[in-house]
């Protein structure tokens, strides 16, 4: 069974770091499009993020434009986990933050279109 679970959320303040995790489980973190989507109370799902496959020909990244330049998306084999490190926090990235997986290797944007899987949910607070 394909399983999905975040962890790492937390209160910080303005400028400061976080740094979330996505275990998965039932299936290899890299052999799928996988990545991050976030959601504000009120407001639409964004898709933050999205990491191909290792076996595609460019292992293409992509980060929403909100975010680039200051969120980061990695991957551990051995442990089997997705990692986002999110640094220069600003109130607005305040949401619940979701971790996701395609059953297509390449992404084909920031956003997951069609997740077969997706965790929980991660709550990021950024406020002073």
């Known amino acids: 069974q394909m399983r999905l679970e975040e962890s790492g959320g937390a209160l910080v303040q303005p400028g400061g770091s976080l740094r979330l995790s996505c275990l998965a489980s039932?299936?290899?973190?890299?052999?799928?499009?996988i990545g991050w989507f976030r959601q504000a109370p009120g407001k639409e799902r964004e898709g933050i993020s999205c990491?191909?496959?290792?076996?595609?020909?460019?292992?293409?990244?992509y980060y929403a434009e909100s975010v680039e330049g200051r969120f980061t998306i990695t991957r551990n084999f051995a442990k089997n986990t997705l990692y986002l490190q999110m640094n220069d926090l600003k109130p607005e990235d305040t949401a619940v933050y979701y971790c996701?997986?395609?059953?297509?290797?390449?992404?084909?944007?920031?956003?997951?279109?069609?997740?077969?899987?997706w965790g929980q949910g991660t709550l990021v607070t950024v406020s002073a």
């Open positions: 996701a997986a395609e059953a297509v290797a390449q992404c084909s944007g920031s956003d997951l279109r069609d997740p077969v899987v």
């Open positions: 990491i191909s496959a290792r076996f595609t020909s460019d292992g293409s990244i």
């Open positions: 039932g299936f290899p973190v890299d052999d799928r499009a």
